[in-house]
């Protein structure tokens, strides 16, 4: 029986998560508190009170979700659970990728904070806002979506961003071009395809300049070989050299993320159970579409922490 670790990314935010963690464990709050001191803000007060507005702010997003997934990691180890002997792989989606590798030790919470901010910071400021879109595509094959965006670039930006598994894919790239591709799309049978709502076309060849950003912020960090590991978005493989894995983080933020090969990448090893660490249960969804003989759970509240120990223990 192997078990794997994944942590959400963008969009499982909601107002008040992880504050029951944070009461129920004192080395959860400490997350919490190293977070807000490496941004040098409190950033725990807007994780809980809101408002949603300004939460979801991509800069304040990434390292609130990395904040609540480490909050329950600490939970479980302090009642003496170990990720090292129980995990056998830890995978995050997009964002989650860093979650994932400061629950390894790549890097400190800390450092990981400072990370996500500058990236959300970039990630924002590369595009000007309306520019850029993105959209879910549903019910096609990847093969179509992606000549429908080869058709529609015409030496602009659209490519396939996330491969989410259960017939669900999502282009990112200029705005015209992301909805020609839509419209493509639907023409050639797709289900769905719809726009999403968000800020900059994420994953997409125009998120160069945030690229840069962070190949020069995380050349500045201390890193260290992963004690488990971590699959990465962008090449379905694990490694445990430290600067390896930062050329990767790199490469993700103008490459593809690659969910669905990830979990079958994961059913493939034998994995057997997928917890998904932090908030919401997007991933859970997600993985049941993808290969139904693995089972899901979510640690994401005290009880669930709880429910983790007694079933690992």
Known sequence: MAIAFTFPGQGSQAVGMGKDL??????????????????????????????EETLTLTAN??????????????????R????????????????????????????SVADAARLLRIRGNAMQSAVPVGEGAMAAIIGLDQADVEAA???AAKGSVCQVANDNGGGQLVISGAKAAVELAAKLCTEKGAKRA???????????????????????AL?????????MPVVSNVS?????????????????VTGRVRWRETVEW?????????????????????????DRDIAVASIGAPGDVEAALAALG
């Not at 997934?69 to 479980?76: C, D, F, I, K, N």
């Not at 170990?82 to 792989?89: F, G």
């Not at 960090?221 to 004690?227: D, G, L, N, Q």
Request: proline share 5%; net charge negative.
């Open 22 to 51: 944070a009461d129920a464990f004192p080395d959860a709050r400490r997350v919490f508190e190293e977070v807000d001191e490496a941004l040098g803000e409190n950033l725990s007060r807007l994780i809980w009170e809101g408002p």
């Open 61 to 78: 997003a990434q390292p609130a979700l990395m904040a609540v997934s480490l909050a329950a990691v600490r939970a479980l180890e302090a």
């Open 80 to 107: 003496g659970f170990s990720l090292k002997d129980k995990v056998a792989y830890v995978a995050g989606h997009s964002l989650g990728e860093y979650s994932a590798l400061a629950a390894a030790g790549f890097a």
């Open 149 to 151: 965006c080869a058709e």
């Open 194 to 216: 719809l726009m999403l709502q968000v800020s900059a076309p994420f994953h997409s060849a125009l998120m160069a300049p945030a690229a840069d950003a962070m190949r020069e």
């Open 219 to 227: 050349a500045g960090v201390k890193k260290s070989a992963p004690v």
């Open 236 to 252: 379905v493989t694990p490694t445990s050299d430290p600067e390896a894995i930062a050329a990767r983080l790199v490469e993700q």
């Open 266 to 290: 994961f059913g493939a090893k034998g994995v057997t159970t997928l917890y998904e660490v932090g908030a919401g249960k997007v991933l859970s969804g997600l993985a049941r579409r993808i």
